[in-house]
């Protein structure tokens, strides 16, 4: 019996999906070679999906769709599906980081992931070295976060940085080069704040590592640490107050928004052919 056989669609909202993908393929008569032939996967991968052993794309949702004849019905589930890319740790700071009104960010080594692009993001999980087709997962659900930045009314981002994230080049010249256009370009975004701490500002508020802050409509504010194997949510008051005095201090020694955009752009300068 093949493993897929035996799937519980009632045990996850992946199963859901994987186990109505299938039924509804076998109910219109589609093999699993011809539905991977239409959308340009291989079977292998196909047969891993309906076996909840990969992670469905947005194309072959939108193709099923179309195909099934089913509205916007896997579409509608695959936002729900990607979180399982997400360690099970970091998903409820998925969550909150979808209901923050106003977030504050400060990254001493990598772009935050809300501005990166897929090619950047793909090199910072590569240098983990793990398996090539989790990568993919993981590129794919942080750009799927990122959804949050285009709504119509988006949460306020403010963005500060170690010089440091500028001068670390992750993936080729031209990876680096359009991750520093990408965060240049969100600067324009009157939501937006972007500001960079240079190497001359010497020791700082932020030396201890990267870490977020949440404000959210409804409860307190939240703290998000990075940690070696896995983050952690902090929502003690005292937590929440040392990390918003710490930002505070960040944004005093940073450079004003517009002269951190002139250091960004003497970063890219360096990586020029």
Known sequence: MAYADELDPSASVLSFYATDLRRRRELAGISQRDLAKRAHMAPSLLNKIEATKRLPTKDLSELCDEIFGTGDHFQRLWPLVIKYAYPSWFRPYVDLEEAAT?????????????????????????????????VEEQVTARMERQHILGRKIPPKLWVVLDENVL???????????????????????????????????????????????????????????????????????????????????????????????????????????
């Open 102 to 134: 106003i977030i504050r960010s400060f990254q001493v080594q990598v772009v935050p992931g809300l501005l990166q692009t897929e090619d950047y993001a793909r090199a910072v999980f590569s240098a983990r070295r793990p398996d090539t087709d989790r």
């Open 167 to 273: 001068r670390r080049r992750m993936g080729s010249p031209e990876t680096m080069r359009a991750q520093l256009e990408r965060v240049m370009s969100a600067a324009d975004a009157p939501s937006n704040v972007i500001q960079v701490v240079p190497y001359d500002a010497g020791e700082h508020a932020g030396v201890a590592g990267p870490f977020e802050v949440l404000a959210l409509d409804e409860g307190p504010d939240v703290v998000y640490v990075d940690g070696f194997l896995q983050g952690q949510i902090l929502a003690e008051s005292e937590h929440v107050r040392a990390a918003e005095r710490a930002y505070d201090l960040l944004t005093a020694v940073a450079l004003s928004p517009g002269r951190s955009i002139d250091l960004i752009a003497d970063a890219m300068k360096d990586l020029s052919p």
